[in-house]
């Protein structure tokens, strides 16, 4: 069956920290995957995507995540997290031309 | 650029009431379009796509419908609303005919049924 999993449901790092949020993913082919952050009340804003070429993907914020086909993981990482940082983040696989399979969300708080 | 409208913003409608929110698209043409449901904690539901004008895909069967009478324009409806309909509602687009499209959400409407 197609999924995502995103097991951390909220995260609390400290300003200045460094932040791995975690999604694994169940799907047969190719993935294509995205990571979207959701500041509360607002819509979703792409932050980064892999589609094929180097395993390792920059994005916008100064965020990166790392596509890992042995361990069907593709991880967000930030070396030092800002408090405007502190909102949901999605992670997403892609099913067709169409279609996105979303994990549930990760929560981040950010402490001063 | 692109950019994407949603309204409105924010709705409170009580049950058995009538629904229609609206996104359009400016900055691109013959776009896909998408109406999302998201619930806390459980991420976001794809409930229609559309690839053309009058041409509507429903993934989930449910008490809404969704129409496209313009290139741009996308439109979730309902005849009567329930209190299961709560929710915040996120349209997107993307550009059609890429083998993965990449989807961009407009800022989402949320709906409150008492």
């Known amino acids: 069956a197609q999924s995502v999993t995103q097991p951390d449901i909220h995260i609390t790092v400290s300003e200045g920290a460094s932040l791995e949020l975690r999604c694994n993913y169940s799907?047969?082919?190719?993935?294509?995957l995205f990571w979207y952050v959701q500041s509360p009340g607002q819509g979703l804003q792409l932050l980064l995507k892999?589609?094929?070429?180097?395993?390792l993907v920059q994005g916008i914020k100064g965020f990166e995540a790392e596509f890992k086909r042995s361990q069907s993981s593709f991880n967000l990482r930030k070396p030092s997290v800002h408090w405007s940082d502190a909102a949901e983040y999605f992670c997403?696989?892609?099913?067709?031309?169409?279609?996105?399979?979303f994990g549930t969300g990760t929560r981040l708080k950010v402490l001063a | 650029s692109q950019t994407i409208h949603q309204w409105p913003a924010t709705l409170v409608q009580p049950v058995g009431s009538p629904l229609s929110l609206e996104c359009t698209v400016e900055?691109?043409?013959?776009?896909?379009l998408y109406w999302y449901r998201q619930a806390a904690g459980r991420g976001l539901q794809l409930l229609f796509y559309?690839?053309?004008?009058?041409?509507i895909s429903s993934e989930v069967p449910q008490n809404l419908s969704a129409s496209r009478p313009q290139d741009r324009q996308f439109i979730l409806s309902s005849k009567k609303l329930l209190l299961s309909d709560s929710g915040f509602y996120l349209c997107?687009?993307?550009?059609?005919?890429?083998?993965?499209?990449?989807?961009?959400f407009g800022p989402g409407t949320r709906l409150l049924v008492l």
């Open positions: 900055g691109t043409s013959n776009p896909n």
């Open positions: 997403a696989v892609g099913v067709g031309t169409y279609k996105y399979i």
């Open positions: 997107a687009w993307s550009v059609s005919g890429d083998v993965q499209e990449t989807q961009y």
């Open positions: 559309s690839v053309g004008i009058g041409q």
């Open positions: 799907y047969g082919a190719t993935p294509y």
């Open positions: 892999y589609f094929s070429g180097d395993t």
